[in-house]
């Protein structure tokens, strides 16, 4: 199930239609990843505590097996976790990860779109935080997937496609 809001996770997320929170972050091969190097691109965010859930391997496989799709989009996916660019090369090497996993240790980001400290799992916090971010840098919309992890990037293109429907 997916909950998608238009409102909040928690306190000081910005709603929909709001500048989605701004980030450089170290991604697992070293280089600075900013969300303003990906204007003009939709973006798929979702936030994880760390590599031992298994909803966080399931989705990120699913979203990773989807990517030429995503790219018919024009979408990008980012991955960010309080994990270190080291443990999340690691990591993405051992699951076929190709798209950025960026390193938030303090979890400034993360707390910036209202995921609740400790990351997010739905093992732990009742959810995988996830955001959709419109190519010109807005929270479209944030969700909570509280469980069927495995039908989560279906869910994500579907709403995509969506949202090139309405702009017909």
Not at 45 to 70: E, V, W
Not at 109 to 118: E, H, L, M, R, S
């Amino acid at each position: 199930m997916l909950l998608f809001t238009t409102g909040a996770f928690a306190s000081g997320m910005p709603e929909a239609g709001s500048p989605a929170p701004d980030f450089k972050l170290s991604s697992q091969s070293g280089s600075q990843v900013s969300l303003k190097a990906y204007k003009g691109s939709w973006i798929i965010l979702f936030f994880f505590g760390d590599h031992s859930s298994s909803d966080m391997g399931t989705s990120a496989r699913n979203l990773q097996r989807d990517m030429a799709k995503y790219a018919s989009f024009n979408a990008q996916i980012i991955g960010i976790g309080r994990t270190s660019a080291e443990s999340n090369l690691e990591w993405a090497q051992k699951n076929g990860i190709t798209f950025p996993l960026l390193s938030d240790p303090d979890q400034k980001i993360a707390n910036a779109y209202g995921v609740p400290a400790g990351g997010s799992s739905s093992t732990t916090d009742g959810g995988l935080y996830q955001a959709i971010l419109t190519p010109d840098g807005k929270v479209q919309l944030t969700g909570i997937v509280t469980f069927d992890v495995d039908g989560q990037s279906s869910r994500f293109l579907a709403c995509l496609q969506y949202f090139k429907d309405q702009q017909k």
